[in-house]
């Protein structure tokens, strides 16, 4: 089943490669998408309980859910998350 999640402190192609990666690691999840001008994740999963999956992820990577908290402690960890993704992708 396809899912639209809109996310927070999405800023570049360093967020959405690590959301990407972090995402895909999960057993269930069949494909993700991120869409940087609209801060959109879309993913495919198997079910209702890896999608509760996902978003927990998601939020324990620094990218909450619009409508959950987005602490101070998520924008370091996006802004971390970022960092790692911008390095992956110039290797």
């Known amino acids: 089943m396809k899912n ?3 996310i927070v402190n999405l800023k570049c ?3 959405a ?3 990407k990666k ?3 690691n999960i057993e269930g999840v069949s494909e993700v998408s991120v869409e940087l001008e609209t801060s959109k ?3 495919e999963v198997a079910n209702e309980e890896i999608l509760s999956e ?3 992820k998601l939020s324990s990577m620094g990218y909450p859910e619009i409508g959950d908290a987005n602490t101070v402690i998520h924008k370091a960890k996006s802004f971390v998350s970022c960092a ?3 390095m ?3 290797e």
């Open 54 to 56: 996902v978003k927990k």
């Open 4 to 6: 639209n999640i809109e």
């Open 13 to 15: 192609g360093g967020c």
């Open 22 to 24: 972090g995402l895909l």
């Open 88 to 90: 992956s992708t110039e």
């Open 84 to 86: 790692t993704g911008r």
């Open 17 to 19: 490669n690590s959301i």
């Open 41 to 43: 994740v879309t993913v």
